[in-house]
């Protein structure tokens, strides 16, 4: 029997038709099914990050993963050398597919990445601590990355002219060591899905599978298959995609449930207004969910009730409602209710406890402050081990329940080449 489908919706700001342009026509003799790339989680700042091979001679480039992002756009003031860099110039169909209004007539003292006359700006976007650059250069140079059938990794592919954006070294600001950039994979036609999906001519999906070891982003159609040969695909639900042109939230989540208990909350803050404000969407840049303070509250109250007879102990930052975790027998399952009591996405387990030191649990929910952008930001922690795909030509969402109810986790894709 078929999933059941549910109507969640997404962010504005991940998803998008996408337009070929005639600039990604790659390796004709070989057109893969899909690609694959690593993820880790930087230990450090929370962050996930993953690796392209840039320029060329080819050079390993270290990426924040950001999954509302609306391109990939790395550093070019420091030692960025490639002989098959190319400038976008103004008025090209480049300039037009990126939606760019500015550009730069002349720039000294001379030429290079991210500083060439007549070239169309872009305003790249470190979205971790919310800094923009104005003064981007749209580009392309030569991108590889590793092909997969599902199961394992296959060969290496390149494009040719992949589309980017030159950012400044300021941006890194907040980064994870090492860092160079950021891996969008919005809904914008110059994202990181919609490049790949032009350049292969592959089905325009993409899948996101975080853990805290090492997960993978898989762009094109499963199947996406972990040891001991499990095809997660085949745990999907399906939603629609309904895109908000106004926030980059959607207004999905109409109710939450703790142990089946309804939270009392505002449920105004669910809905989008005139404004933007309200709604839900899905980050990879915040490590935990974010809740607006109202509905925090409520959240805290009720899952501290639900566990009352559990010692609490002192809040650890950012975390408020912690706990002696040698007396906890089990966690309570928390429900995002979406269209109706019968179809939520479940949050339990190591998903909705955080292990903040040794002996001590937190709930692992943020307070983002009253009235923000966004009212509920579900983010890294709540989905690691939780398969994500976004298929732009159908519109609609597939997401899974834990893979540990599947006794597999995103940690088990065999990396091992057999190329």
């Not at 409602?321 to 339990?348: E, H, K, M, P």
């Amino acid at each position: 029997m078929a999933p059941p489908a549910n109507n969640l919706l997404i962010s504005c700001i991940l998803f998008c038709c996408l337009i070929a342009v005639s600039e990604a026509e790659a390796q004709p003799s070989f057109r893969p099914k899909a690609l694959i790339l690593p993820v880790t989680k930087d230990p450090s700042t929370l962050q996930y990050l993953t690796q392209i091979n840039q320029r060329t001679p080819l050079v390993p480039v270290k990426l924040a993963l950001d999954l509302g992002g609306q391109y990939l756009w790395v550093d070019c003031e420091q030692g960025y050398v490639s002989s098959s860099y190319k400038p976008a110039p103004c008025g090209s169909a480049q300039c037009s597919l990126a939606n760019s209004k500015s550009c730069t007539i002349a720039c000294l003292p001379s030429p290079r990445p991210g500083c060439n006359n007549n070239t169309c700006g872009l305003m790249p976007e470190n979205t971790v601590v919310t800094r923009t650059s104005p003064s981007g250069q749209f580009g392309q140079d030569v991108v590889s990355i590793q092909s997969t059938d599902g199961s394992n990794p296959g060969k290496i592919v390149k494009v040719p002219n992949f589309l980017f954006t030159c950012g400044a070294t300021f941006l890194l600001d907040g980064l994870a060591k090492g860092v160079k950039g950021m891996a969008g994979l919005g809904r914008n036609k110059i994202s990181m899905p919609s490049r790949f999906s032009a350049a292969f001519s592959f089905h325009r999906k993409f899948a996101v599978c975080l853990t805290a070891g090492k997960g993978a982003v898989f762009f094109g159609d499963g199947p996406y298959v972990m040891l001991p040969n499990i095809d997660i695909s085949k745990s999907l639900i399906f939603t629609p995609l309904i895109l908000n042109k106004i926030s980059t939230a959607s207004e999905g989540v109409n109710s939450i449930k703790i142990n089946n208990k309804i939270v009392p909350l505002n449920t105004t803050l669910l809905k989008i207004n005139e404004d933007g404000f309200g709604g839900t969407k899905i980050s990879t840049v915040q490590p935990h969910t974010v809740l607006d303070t109202s509905i925090h509250k409520a959240v805290i109250a009720t899952f501290a009730k639900e566990l009352s007879g559990v010692p609490r102990v002192a809040g650890v930052r950012p975390f408020e409602l912690c706990y002696n975790s040698t007396a906890i027998g089990s966690t309570r399952q928390i429900d995002l209710v979406l269209q109706s009591s019968n179809v939520y996405w479940r949050i339990f387990g190591a998903n909705s406890m955080v292990q903040v030191k040794s002996g001590v649990l937190c709930l692992g929910f943020v307070d983002g402050g009253v009235n923000p952008r966004t009212a509920i930001v579900i983010g890294g922690h709540q989905v690691e081990d939780n398969l994500l795909q976004f298929d732009l030509a159908a519109s609609r969402l597939g997401f899974s329940s834990s893979l540990l109810s599947r006794q597999t986790t995103c940690s088990n894709f065999n990396f091992t080449s057999t190329a």
